[in-house]
């Protein structure tokens, strides 16, 4: 059975940081990534990595505030979260497409989600 968990999530000021972890359970993946949703809003990607190569995609929101990695070993992946603002304010929800591409990975393309984890941003 195939199980994504989070963890990390909390309440920060703004200007901080967060640590987001995915563990992984049941198979490998060759695209994990993270998407959110903000209170009231639609679901949203935030960034993916490739398990070939570690090509990683990012929305231009979070571009040069949030880096992805991810742990083949341990099945991981994480969401360095920096210099956040209260718009990051959202659920947090790790994802995982079976398919075996290097394109982002898109809304469409994610076959497991977690239930997410929420992270708050105080200004």
């Known amino acids: 059975q195939v199980q994504l968990v989070e963890s990390g999530g909390g309440l920060v000021q703004a200007g901080g940081s967060l640590r987001l972890s995915c563990a992984a359970s049941g198979r490998t993946f060759h695209r994990m990534g993270w998407f959110r949703q903000p209170p009231g809003k639609e679901r949203e990607f935030v960034a993916s990595?490739?398990?070939?190569?570690?090509?990683?995609y990012f929305a231009d929101s979070v571009k040069g505030r949030f880096t992805i990695s991810r742990d083949n070993a341990k099945n991981m992946v994480y969401l360095q979260m920096n210099s956040l603002k209260p718009e990051d304010t959202a659920t947090y929800y790790c994802?995982?497409?079976?398919?075996?591409?290097?394109?982002?990975?898109?809304?469409?393309?994610?076959?497991?989600w977690g239930k997410g984890t929420l992270v708050t941003v105080s200004s």
């Open positions: 990595i490739t398990g070939r190569g570690g090509n990683t």
């Open positions: 994802a995982a497409g079976a398919g075996v591409t290097d394109r982002p990975l898109n809304y469409y393309g994610v076959d497991y």
